[in-house]
C-alpha cells in the first residue's frame, strides 16, 4: 500500500534548535522493510501548502507526527488540507502527544486513529491489515472514537530488544535545506526511556517509552553512523545524542563506540543531555575520547529545596563535582537551569546564581519553568492553585517562554519582573562565560579561521547577551 508519513513542520517557528524527526524515520524503514510504498511530506520548507500533494496523491494511509501540544496548531491545519487533497485517505495520528492525550488528539483533529507509543510493530501491522482488506479496529495500541466514545485498545509490549529495530530512513531528509537553514548535528537516538521521576517531565515519556530504560549495542549504533557518514559522504559527523540520559549506559560502552569508531575510521563530534549523577571521572575521560565535546547538565536549580521539589534526585555538590571532570577533560559543560518555580523565593534564585558561580559552565541556558500538560508538575500547579493559564498552547514551551519572558504559572512569593531580573543576570554572567572560558575562547578562535561570518554572528549575539537578553536559537 502506499502510506504518506508527515512532519508537518509548517511555518513553524523552533525555538530549541532544528532536527529531524529520528522517529517517524523510523517508521519509513519499518513500512519500507515490510513491502510498503512510503512517501515522506516534510513541511518546513514549504512556501506553498499544497507544493507536496501531487506526492500524497494516492496514499491510502497518512500518517501525522506530532510531538508537543505547541505544535497541534500546524499539525491540524496540514492535516485538514491534505484531508481535502487526498479525501479517501485513512488518516493517522503519532508521536510524543497523541500517546500522552490520545483522546484531546481525535477531539482536535479529525483523524481516523491515533497510534498510541512506538509504533515501529504497530504501523506496519496496520498496514498490512489494511493492504489484507481486514478491519484494523482490533489492532494492539489502537485508538479510535466509536459513535463519539473512545475505544482504547490494550497496549503491546515495547520493543525489549532495540538492536532489531530499522535505522532511520535519512535518505529521505533534505538535509542540505536543514543545515544551512541552522541545523549543526545529525540526531541520533541510542536508548529509549527514562528511569528517573522528576515533577517537570515525567510522566509524557513514559506513554511512548513505557517507564524504564532500554539500550542500544555500541556496535549496533556504529552501524548507523557508518550508514549515515556513507549517505553524507563524510568521515567527521557532528551528532547530537538525543537520549534522555545516555549516560546510563556504563562507561565500557563508550570505551566499545571509542574502539568501533576508531576501526570504521569515522571521527564523531558529539554532544549529549546528561544528569551530573549519572557521570563518574572515567566515564567522562572515555567518552571524550570517543569524540564528546559538551554535555548538557539538567542542573535546574542551586537550591537543593527545589531540585527536591523537581524530585530531581541530585544535589548541587554532585554538580559541581561532574562540571569539574569536564574542565579535567576539555569537555564543555552547559547547565540548563529551570527557574520561576512556584515554590521559589528570592534566596533559592541567589543560590542558583551563586552556584554558577561555582559551576563555570561553558554554556547556561535558562528556561522558564513551565507546566506543560501530561507532566506531574501540570498536575501539581492545578492541585495548589498555582496554574495561571491552561488555555494558551502558545505558553507551552519554556523556551519559547524564555525567549518571551512569559510564565503560565502564578508565583506566590515572587513577581515575574524579580524571576526575569535574575533570568537577565544569569544571561549576562552566561555572556561573561562566553568569552572567559578556555573552551569557549578556543573553539570561537577555530572558528574565525574556517567560519569568519559565523564567528562574527556569534561574538554579536555574546555582546547582546551583556544586556540580559541571551542568544536564543530561534529557527524558522
Ligand atoms: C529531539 C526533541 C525535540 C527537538 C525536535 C523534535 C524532533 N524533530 O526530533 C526540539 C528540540 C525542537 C524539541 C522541541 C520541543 N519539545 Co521535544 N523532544 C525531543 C526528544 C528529546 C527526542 C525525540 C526523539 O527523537 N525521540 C526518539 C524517537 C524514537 O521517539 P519518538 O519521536 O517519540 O517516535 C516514536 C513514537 O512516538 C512514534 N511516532 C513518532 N511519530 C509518529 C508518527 C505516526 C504517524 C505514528 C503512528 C507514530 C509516531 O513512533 C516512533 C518510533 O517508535 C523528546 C524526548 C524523547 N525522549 O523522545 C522530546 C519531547 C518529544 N519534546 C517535548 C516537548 C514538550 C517539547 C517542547 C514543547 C519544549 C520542551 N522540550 O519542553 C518543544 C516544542 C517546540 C515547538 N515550538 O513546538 C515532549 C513532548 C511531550 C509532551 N509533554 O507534550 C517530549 C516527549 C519531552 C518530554 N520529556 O516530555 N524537542
Ligand atoms: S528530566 Fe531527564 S532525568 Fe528527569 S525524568 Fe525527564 S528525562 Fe529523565
Known sequence: MKVA?????????????????????????????????????????????????????????????ISAAAKMSRAEIVTRHLKGAVPD?????????????????????PFDFVLVGEAEESIVELADTITGGNDPHGIRNLVYLKDGKLVENPRRPVPADLDVLPFPARDVVDYDSYLSDGMSEYGM??????????????????????????????????????QLAELRSIRKLPVF???????????????????????????????????????????????????????????ESGSQKILDFYRKGTTPEQAEQAFKWCREFGVEATANLMIGFPMENEEDLKATYDHLKRLKPDDIIVYF??????????????ENGYLANDTNPELLDPARNRAHEIMNMRLPFLELDDVI????????????????????????????????????????????????????????
Request: proline share 4%; charged share 25%.
Open 189 to 226: 537516538i541510542t536508548t529509549r526511556g527514562c528511569p528517573f521521576d522528576c515533577l517537570y517531565c515525567k510522566p509524557s515519556t513514559d506513554f511512548i517509552f513505557g517507564g524504564n530504560i532500554r539500550y542500544r549495542s555500541a556496535a549496533n549504533v556504529v552501524e548507523e553512523i557508518v
Open 369 to 382: 519553568s513551565t507546566a506543560i500538560p501530561g507532566r506531574y508538575i501540570h498536575d501539581w500547579a492545578i
Open 241 to 299: 545524542f538525543k537520549d534522555d540520559t545516555i549516560t546510563m549506559h556504563p562507561a565500557g560502552w563508550f570505551e566499545t563506540l571509542r574502539d568501533l569508531l576508531h576501526k570504521e575510521g569515522i571521527e564523531l563530534c558529539w554532544h549529549c543531555n546528561s544528569r551530573v549523577d549519572t557521570v563518574t571521572r572515567r566515564k567522562i575521560r572515555v567518552m571524550t575520547e570517543s569524540g564528546c565535546r559538551c554535555i548538557s547538565f539538567g542542573v
Open 89 to 109: 485517505a485513512l488518516f493517522l495520528a503519532g508521536g510524543a502527544y497523541p500517546s500522552i492525550f490520545p483522546g484531546k488528539t481525535l477531539e482536535s483533529i
Open 421 to 476: 531580573h535574575w533570568k537577565r543576570r544569569i544571561e549576562r554572567y552566561r555572556s561573561w562565560r562566553k568569552v572567559s572560558s578556555y573552551n569557549n575562547i578556543r573553539h570561537w578562535a577555530a572558528e574565525l579561521v574556517q567560519h569568519p561570518g559565523s564567528a562574527t554572528k556569534k561574538a554579536y549575539r555574546v555582546i547582546r547577551g551583556f544586556g540580559g537578553k541571551g542568544e536564543d536559537i530561534v529557527t524558522r
Open 5 to 65: 508519513l508527515v512532519y508537518p513542520r509548517w511555518d513553524w517557528i523552533e525555538y530549541n534548535g532544528l532536527a529531524e524527526p529520528v522517529g517517524l524515520l523510523q517508521l519509513i524503514s519499518a513500512l519500507r522493510n515490510a513491502g510498503h510504498q512510503v512517501e515522506y511530506l516534510d513541511y518546513s520548507f514549504c512556501s506553498r501548502l499544497d507544493e507536496l500533494d501531487s506526492r500524497a496523491a494516492g496514499s491510502d494511509l497518512i500518517g501525522v507526527a
